[in-house]
């Protein structure tokens, strides 16, 4: 019996056939695997021919960024010129009334700064605390914001929203919009899947009119009729129009994304905490919200990336920000003629902030994806 | 049923292979899952794979239909030697029917749209006449009444059934069935496995990975053991489970035979 | 025994009416005291709400109304509200039909085998939607095409359409003889009726026989020689009318102005983007398993994508679609930014500023605007009720 029993060989591993793995059989796979793959690989690098050089020549070859005027890039037609954008950089960053006070420079930029230390270590894996840190980003720094971007406190003086201008704008717009929609929208999604008949139809109605709404008209309406709305004597500046307008309509997207999360919910969770005894509100706060939060975050941070974008609307209601600054800069005298660099500069940064949200949404949503496969 | 009969008789006539594999090997990127794989298998033949998780089961029977692509060796499938040609390709698909793990019904069509798409399109019958093939094939798997429901209405079993209906529609040479039963329940499992039974009593050849060792002990011609991407040892059911030759196989056996 | 009544301020059903009721009460006062306060602030200056401005004539002028004719002195205000509105159904329907062709491309691009066409459609898409709109239309419009389209003189030729820097000119038909045309389009409606009982003929015939015919290009071939042969029989009822070079500029044929022309454009290159990243979401939603049971029973590639992944990709790409659809109509508001002269331009801004009816103006135009997005939902409603039904 114990002869009839065979020891199982293992055959060694061998590596694949030289033509099958490496860097030639991924071009094979992925370029050439057949006669319509092949030629779609020679249109394309055809195309990249054509274009490809011309726009590098053009934007960094033969750019212009030296000089202080445009006489530089008027003798060099060939390329770029990014001495507009360099010249006028602090104009397009921190608007009007900050580039032309050098000594006030420091505040935006201040401004800017901890936001960002704020939020990059929010955006990171492995941070520890991230509650006190989204915490303190929702709440001391506007108050920081305001501080030191308005001033009228510690001696420093007073910038109107008015002098507002550039990427601070923007900023300062889709910010406000972003965290005070964040609570309406919130208190709307739960009216909306409320069981109260008046309530559910009140939010919808809410809801709906916002959305089908183009933020244009709303920016008109807020720029228009809301001085209207009030009794004379009531009267609030441009700016902060435009951000009551945002922030409403913002409100109702925000609703739609966490009315996702909280579709997404388990009945039985709601259902557990109700046998616990907990009333609306503390199982709302306590159990669910935290939950339907942290799965609608990824369709809560797309809409701000849209509404990041559409802040460039308020250059309709003749608001300088970043875009209208683009715009504005490139028709002045001084450079009159440069608009693409204005243009392709101003949407490089709208696109690096969107890009990094849709990124980071985007992960986020892969991540939800794996944690729910696991549970 | 007159010919299958007849096959079934225990006379040894000239065995004539309809798959023939030789020396295959075959690479995920770098790691190797296949290693020298030789297999025959003769017409009407009931073949039973089993092995570890990992061991390269799912791999060998997909190289079969080609829904894998192997890198050395060859594969002929009923004289036909699987290459790049792609028609070459869909003729062999078409006379080997598969059954997945996961069913892959098509959602959007009906039970007997699943079933008649193919001979349609690829057999190019009438509708009548695919009609009438794929209620004849869902009253042998014994489901003619849900004919026109959607998959996602049936359960598991009955869309397990589907598949296999579907897959005999095309009136396929060979069948290869990867753990048909692994995502059912047991009182599933039952129902699955009785109509595989009879598919086998009619003679069809089959190749099915599977860790139901009653089926194998009753349906199989041979069993097949596979780890780390080799044959370790086949045999017929008997032997294979009385009598296992290598101590992997006394060591896998022992392993499920207890659970 | 303890009584069984409970305290009237624990009462669910009576809380939730109160607390219903009160909110009621409070949005409907609020609501009604703002429209109070905006009625009477509007009196302050002058302006009494009311609809008598409609029939007055408006003192501006709308220089592209190709629907409804615009005589200055003559073109009454709520003619230019429906001018407008027609003009942004013009740029919408202009702007879904070649942002869906582009969409469906480039989605389909993003999911090829070939490795350059799918990074280069990732770069398209990614580049297009993270930049505002209205970035794009005034690049495209003021960097671009102001700056670089030829003058008339030297129009860009594509066939028979020109483009230049006042816009691209295009060949229209005109009717020249009302009855003959009438006749004509009788007989090409009856050829399209034909077409569709031949489809239904032979796919009768294809169940019982399993004979199929090439039914897409027979129906499609003959129509045309119909319409072609037809067409000459009644002596040409139709006429085009070409563009051609005056002394200055085009004359005749239909023209995109430059503004239209520049919203068209980059509506629908913004949208495509977005329709894009929907079509490649819709093809990776099937599953593998789908792809390997239909090439198990021995499909071929095309029959696979006709019948396995088309009608399953089609149900997740839809419903994002149709809502991409609305957004490119509310979209179109931004038309303002380079002058075109759609709804919220003509009506929510010149108009409004010439008569002060902040009111009803802004009003209409939410309604307007209120309209498409119901009638999106209702479109979507029955979209949705329809692929349940098939499903069940
Ligand atoms: N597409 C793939 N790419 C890379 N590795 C793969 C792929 N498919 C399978 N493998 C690996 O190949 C090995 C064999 O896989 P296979 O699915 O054939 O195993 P199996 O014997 O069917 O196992 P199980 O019983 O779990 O189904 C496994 O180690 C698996 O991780
Ligand atoms: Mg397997």
């Known amino acids: ?375 | 049923m007159t010919s299958s009969a007849a096959s079934k008789t225990p006379t040894k006539t000239e065995p004539s292979p309809i798959i023939t594999i030789n020396k295959l090997n075959k690479w995920y990127g770098k790691f190797h899952v296949l290693k020298d794989i030789d297999l025959n298998v003769n017409k009407t033949e009931k073949i039973v794979i089993c092995g570890p998780s990992g061991s390269g089961k799912s791999t060998l029977i997909r190289c079969i239909n080609r829904l894998e692509v192997h890198q050395e060796g060859s594969i002929i499938v009923d004289g036909t030697e699987l290459t790049d040609d792609v028609k070459q390709i869909n003729e062999i698909r078409s006379d080997v029917g598969m059954v997945f793990q996961h069913f892959n019904l098509f959602p959007h069509l009906t039970v007997l749209e699943n079933c008649t798409l193919a001979p349609i399109w690829v057999r190019k019958k009438s509708k009548v006449e695919a009609d009438e093939l794929g209620m004849e094939l869902l009253t042998k798997v014994r489901i003619p009444d849900q004919a026109h429901k959607y998959p996602g209405q049936l359960s598991g079993g009955q869309q397990q059934r589907v598949a296999i209906a579907r897959a005999l529609c095309m009136q396929p040479r060979v069948m290869l069935f990867d753990e048909p039963t692994s995502a059912l329940d047991p009182e599933m499992i039952k129902e699955v496995l009785e109509t595989m039974i009879e598919l086998a009593e009619s003679g069809m050849t089959m190749l099915v990975v599977t860790h139901e060792m009653g089926f194998a002990n009753k349906v199989a011609d041979r069993v097949i053991f596979m780890d780390e991407g080799q044959i370790v040892e086949q045999n017929d059911p008997e032997n294979f489970f009385n009598n296992p030759k290598s101590e992997r196989t006394k060591l896998f056996l022992s392993q499920i035979l207890n659970h | 025994m303890k009584s069984t009544t409970i305290p009237l301020h624990r009462n669910p059903k009576l809380r939730s009416f109160v607390l219903q009721a009160s909110l009621l009460l409070l949005v409907t006062y609020a609501l009604f005291s703002v429209y109070q306060t905006t009625v009477s602030n509007l009196e302050d200056r002058g302006i009494k709400t009311s609809i008598g401005f409609f029939d007055e004539v408006a003192p501006f002028k709308v220089g592209y109304s190709p629907f409804l004719e615009f005589k200055l002195g003559e073109t009454t205000y709520i003619e230019v509200f429906f001018i407008g509105v027609l003009n942004t159904l013009l740029v919408a329907v202009l702007g879904i039909l070649a942002a869906t062709f582009l969409g469906f491309f480039i989605g389909v691009m993003r999911t090829s085998q070939n490795w350059l066409a799918s990074k280069c459609a990732l770069f398209y898409v990614e580049t297009f939607r993270n930049m505002p709109l209205l970035l794009q239309i005034m690049f495209w419009n003021f960097a671009i095409f102001l700056a670089f389209l030829p003058p008339p003189k030297q129009s860009i030729e594509m066939g028979l359409l020109f483009l230049n820097s006042r816009g691209l000119h295009t060949p229209i038909p005109v009717i020249e003889n009302h009855l003959l045309s009438t006749i004509w389009f009788g007989i090409i409606f009856a050829s399209f009726i034909g077409a569709f009982v031949f489809a239904k003929w032979s796919k009768k015939r294809f169940e019982s026989t399993g004979k199929s015919l090439p039914v897409f290009l027979i129906s499609i071939s003959s129509i045309i020689a119909v319409s072609y042969i037809s067409f000459v029989i009644l002596g040409s009822p139709l006429g085009i009318d070409i563009p051609v070079l005056g002394k200055f500029n085009f004359k005749g044929g239909g023209q995109l102005p430059l503004p239209l022309f520049s919203l068209w454009f980059a509506l629908t290159i913004y949208t495509s983007a977005f329709i894009a990243e929907n079509v490649r979401a819709g093809i990776s939603s099937i599953s593998k398993g789908q792809v390997e049971a239909a090439r198990s029973i021995g499909l071929t590639r095309a029959q696979m994508v006709r019948m396995i992944i088309l009608p399953q990709a089609l149900r997740v790409v839809i419903p994002p679609t149709i809502s991409q659809y609305l957004n490119l109509t509310k979209n179109s508001s931004l038309a303002i930014a380079v002058g075109f002269e759609e709804v919220v331009a003509v009506w929510a801004n010149i108009s409004l500023n010439q008569t002060g009816q902040a009111l009803i103006i802004i009003a209409m135009t939410i309604v307007f605007y209120e309209c498409c997005s119901l009638f999106t939902s209702f479109i979507l409603n029955i979209y949705n009720k329809r692929v349940q039904i098939t499903e069940r």
């Open chain 1, 1 to 375: 019996m114990a002869d009839s029993t065979l020891k199982f060989k293992k055959l060694p591993d061998r590596d694949p056939p030289e033509n099958t793995i490496g860097w030639i059989a991924w071009i094979r796979d992925n370029l050439f695997s057949s006669a319509t793959n092949t030629l779609t690989t020679l249109i394309f690098v055809y195309l990249f021919y054509l274009y490809i050089p011309p726009f590098i020549e053009w934007a960094i070859i033969n750019a212009n960024i030296s000089g202080t005027d445009r006489s530089v890039c008027d003798a060099n037609k060939s390329g770029a010129c990014w001495t507009f954008i360099k010249v006028r950089l602090e104009q397009l960053l921190f608007g009007l009334y900050f580039a032309s006070n050098p000594e006030q420079t420091w505040r935006p930029i201040v401004a800017f700064s901890v936001f960002g230390m704020l939020i990059f270590p929010l955006v990171i894996d492995k941070t520890p605390h991230k509650k006190w840190l989204l915490l303190a980003l929702l709440t001391l720094y506007p108050v920081l914001f305001i501080c030191v971007v308005y001033g009228g406190v510690f001696g420093i003086p007073v910038s109107d929203t008015g002098q507002w201008g550039g990427l601070l704008l923007t900023f300062a717009l889709s910010f406000v919009g972003i965290i005070v929609a964040l609570p309406l929208g919130i208190l709307l999604a739960l009216g909306r899947r409320s069981e109260m008949p008046i309530v559910k139809m009140m939010s919808v109605t809410y809801i709906e009119f916002w959305r089908g709404t183009p933020l244009i008209t709303i920016l008109f309406m807020a720029s228009v009729m809301l001085p209207l709305f009030f009794p004379s004597g009531v009267d609030f500046d441009k700016v902060v129009r435009a951000m009551i307008g945002i922030t409403l309509f913002q409100s109702a997207y925000t609703a739609e994304a966490v009315r996702g999360g909280l579709q997404a919910i388990d009945k039985g969770q709601n259902e557990a905490s109700m046998a616990l005894g907990m009333g609306y509100w503390r199982r709302t706060i306590l159990i669910i919200l935290p939950q339907a939060l942290k799965i609608s975050i990824p369709s809560i941070v797309n809409t701000f990336i849209a509404l990041f974008k559409d802040t460039s609307l308020v250059s309709i209601i003749g608001l300088l920000d970043l875009l209208k600054m683009a715009q504005n800069s490139s028709r002045s005298l001084d450079w009159n003629g440069y608009d693409i660099e204005g243009y392709l500069f101003a949407g490089f940064v709208f696109w690096i902030f969107c890009f990094g949200m849709s990124s980071y949404s985007q992960k986020l949503e892969r991540k939800l994806d794996t944690d729910r496969r696991a549970e």
